[in-house]
């Protein structure tokens, strides 16, 4: 298959077909309030140069990689990865602020062409248009796309488990590391989902009718319940890697 990767901000026409594109993402995955900041209606203007979208041969959507640049502050990579470079992105870009520090947020690949290799393919595209940029490291809050298998294992035992050939275990990280990517540290509340217990029925399709952990398939780790508070929490820990370009 023919694929096209281009910016968002040199095809504006791609926006609504963007988000019309099939993918597997849990629902609840979607209901990040911070994730606002950055997809929202202006995300053309305002990220179309960190955002690639492929297209393939009949000029569908096939696959996004998103990126957001920031003001870095002092001191280590924050423990709410996600949610935090997303604030400090949107916070960055409000003010008129120097950007002098990039993350990776997500890349999707169409439902047709997953196992495709696309995903390789679109951290490839993603590190060179962050280095086109003027960038020299892609840092990213990497969510493992075997982890939701094993929810009751701790981030800090998981990320670093390797094979024998010492690569890691987890298949999506081992593409960033075989990439170059350097596995730095878990981040351990990346992104951090409430919602009232209606809501996660309406997500989930499950009952939420007990309160402690219940385990949520798609999720890295179990979901915090309070049927008394009317509420359950999800906090995804990620894990940040660092891509030298």
């Not at 041969?57 to 990689?65: I, M």
């Not at 993350?103 to 290799?117: E, F, K, Q, V």
């Not at 490839?124 to 840092?139: D, I």
Request: with cysteine; hydrophobic share 45%.
């Amino acid at each position: 298959m023919t694929i096209r990767i281009t910016t968002l901000a040199e095809r504006p026409d791609l926006v609504e077909p963007l988000w019309q594109m099939t993918h597997s993402w849990p629902e609840f995955m979607l209901n990040d309030p911070v994730a606002g900041l950055y997809f929202n209606s202006d995300i053309a203007t305002d990220f179309g140069e960190y955002l690639l979208v492929a297209v393939d041969e009949e000029g569908a959507v096939a696959a996004r990689a998103c990126s957001i640049p920031f003001e870095r502050p002092e001191g280590d990579l924050p423990d709410d990865g996600w949610d935090a470079v997303v604030r400090w992105g949107a916070a960055t870009r409000r003010r008129g602020g120097r950007a002098d520090a990039i993350s990776a947020l997500d890349i999707t690949i169409r439902d047709d062409l997953r196992g495709s290799g696309m995903s390789g393919r679109m951290l490839t595209a993603m590190r060179e248009n962050a280095a086109r940029l003027g960038f020299s490291e892609l840092l990213a809050p990497v969510r493992p796309n075997q982890k939701h298998l094993e929810p009751r294992v701790p981030m800090a035992e998981y990320a670093f488990r390797t094979r024998d050939d010492g690569l890691p275990y987890d298949a999506w990280l081992r593409v960033h590391v075989r990439a170059g990517a350097k596995i730095l540290k878990v981040a351990p509340r990346s992104m951090v989902v409430p919602g009232t217990l209606a809501e996660w029925r309406r997500w989930t399709g499950l009952p939420f009718d007990v309160s402690g952990r219940v385990e949520v398939p798609g999720a890295l780790v179990a979901v915090h319940v309070d049927v008394d508070q009317d509420h359950a929490v999800y906090v995804e820990p990620n894990v940040w890697v660092s891509h030298p370009l």
